[in-house]
């Protein structure tokens, strides 16, 4: 362990391919770019939907909603063990098969015409069959999605062919998370909305510390930004692949609030209350091994966020509607609390965490009605400010730029 400073200002500089000065603007805002993005990249790439402790057992199954698609999926564990993700239209006349969030079946039947489906999407049963001479059941099945897993994260892709599989697609990133226990989080929370912003700026919005000493002036500066780190630099950003990693800075001197204290350590996570810890991390988990380190945001390009501390890790997906409008979702994922105090300390954390991403959504709907504008040309990026940038510099090489 060590470093008990923040960052240097030469993160930037470790990456040649990419510049130091201001960048445009468009991409932020313009209908047509969004258009192309929907095209070359969010049509293309892997989404996150849920995660295999939602399905134990065969039968059991979940619906989600795809909003950038405008349309929803049936997951759902197989007899044969399998997770399988299905479009939920039914291929008789397109109506939703399933209209529970989620539960358990030994098949699937439309509400329109009855047709039902066995757990792997065959057409078993069809009302009246004899009315349709040229059907053959064997070749009519629910439209199966691509859906694999990593970790227990469960991800589809609507390419017919995808252009890579998921153990490709989290790559290096995903591979230096191997060992981290995700799959001890079966306690969940969520919030959601739709924030009328690009979906870049939702992203952007939790991947610096930049922000820290000012936004949030009233909850996590002290931790993130202490006297020792007045301006809120990281520990360390990563760039792998498409994807990238921050290392957020954490004020071991902090002494928290009567009841912050009582709360992080009943519960052993806090993101206000910086804690040292003992546990074994994975090596792209504070890859540093910085001594004051409180979390790592880990960005799967293009809209997934994990936020990984030893006590818990959440996600924020972000589902583009449009050029300024963004569907939200953060979930959050705990061991489950075993007495009374350990709940006491997960539900103040949870509400802590709540206030703080409330903070960063602060800004968002003021900057994308400016923006829109076109009045305001180029942005400027602090070095520690990388993860913007390489997200910027992303976009623009899918978008051709």
């Given at each position: ?331 959050g994922y705990l061991r489950p609390a075993t007495n009374a105090a350990e709940r006491f ?57």
């Open positions: 362990m060590g470093q008990k400073q923040p960052g240097d200002t030469n993160l930037t500089a470790r990456h040649p391919e990419l510049h130091a000065g201001p960048v445009s603007t468009d991409i932020y805002w313009k209908p047509e770019l969004y258009e192309l993005e929907l095209e070359r990249i969010f049509k293309k790439t892997w989404h996150y939907v849920g995660r295999e402790e939602q399905l134990l057992s065969a039968g059991e199954f979940f619906v989600k909603e795809l909003p950038t698609f405008d349309f929803s999926i049936i997951v759902v564990r197989g007899r044969d063990k399998k997770v399988r993700a299905f479009m939920n239209a039914c291929p008789h006349r397109g109506n939703q098969v399933e209209l529970a969030e989620c539960g358990k079946r030994s098949a699937f039947t439309c509400k329109f015409h009855a047709w039902k489906y066995d757990l792997e999407g065959r057409l078993a049963s069809v009302p009246d069959e004899g009315g349709f001479p040229l059907l053959d059941k064997s070749e009519v099945s629910l439209k199966e999605l691509h859906c694999e897993s990593w970790q227990g994260f469960l991800f589809v892709n609507i390419q017919d062919r995808p252009n890579q599989t998921l153990k490709e697609y989290v790559g290096e990133q995903g591979a230096d998370l191997d060992g981290y226990p995700f799959s001890s989080g079966t306690s969940r929370f969520q919030f959601s909305g739709v924030v009328k912003t690009n979906w870049k700026f939702l992203v952007d919005s939790f991947c610096e510390t930049y922000h820290v000493p000012f936004l949030h002036s009233r909850s996590i500066r002290h931790t993130m930004a202490g006297p020792d780190n007045p301006h809120g630099r990281a520990v360390d950003v990563r760039l792998k692949g498409d994807h990238r990693t921050t290392s957020v800075w954490a004020s071991l001197d902090y002494d928290p609030q009567p009841v912050q204290k009582l709360a992080a350590n009943a519960a052993a996570t806090s993101i206000t209350s910086a804690v040292a810890t003992t546990q074994e991390l994975p090596k792209g988990l504070n890859q540093t091994r910085a001594e004051n380190w409180a979390i790592d945001v880990t960005v799967f390009f293009p809209g997934l966020v994990c936020v990984i501390n030893p006590g818990m890790y959440f996600t924020h997906q972000m589902w583009p509607l449009g050029p300024d409008r963004t569907k939200w979702e953060m979930t300390g997960q539900e103040h954390a949870i509400a802590e965490l709540r206030d703080a991403v409330l903070e960063d959504a602060n800004t968002l709907e003021r900057m994308t009605s400016n923006i829109a504008t076109g009045l305001i040309k180029e942005f400027h990026f602090h070095d520690h400010e990388l993860s913007l940038r390489y997200q910027h510099h992303t976009v623009c090489k899918y978008l051709g730029l």
